[in-house]
């Protein structure tokens, strides 16, 4: 696989795709690319991520506390070469807004063919969880990219 512009998409924006986002970022150092992340719902637009992903990341020293949240938009499909999602709701939202083969190619399940459990409505203990697997999967994409 080649590095390219990584898209981390969520429901909300606010606590799973955050997180894969300020993750990737801060593997993929080594690479010239874009990071960013976006919801397929609407409404948490331009808030900041949940305290409770701010505060997992922070313990690992990742700092998302700047990002702000914003919706998925068709355009997106341009502007990045991958684009992950975190659960098959999410899939079937994003592949629903998609014109051609080109850009379903480009969308797939981060956790392929698991799923990243939303942890809006349970505890901390959740968040860690959450953590934990989009790290493991973000730093298996990153070696992919590394011949
Ligand atoms: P996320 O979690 O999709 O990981 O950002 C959620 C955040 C908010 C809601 C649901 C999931 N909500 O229903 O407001």
Known sequence: MQAGDV????????????????????????YT??????GTANYHTGAAPDPR??????????D??????????VKDFQRFDYIYVMDKQNLSNVLRLATTA????????????????DPYYGGDEGFAIVFDKIAKACKEIIAQWKH
């Open 102 to 117: 080109q850009e379903r190619a480009k969308v797939r399940l981060l956790l392929d063919p698991h799923e990243v459990e």
């Open 33 to 38: 690319i874009r990071v960013d992340s976006a």
């Open 7 to 30: 898209l981390m998409v969520c429901l909300g924006n606010i606590c799973r795709s955050p997180l894969a986002e300020g993750i990737f970022s801060h593997y993929s150092q080594d």
């Open 53 to 62: 992903s701010i505060a997992i990341a922070s313990e690992n020293k990742i």
């Open 64 to 73: 998302i506390s700047a990002q702000k949240a914003r919706q998925f938009t």
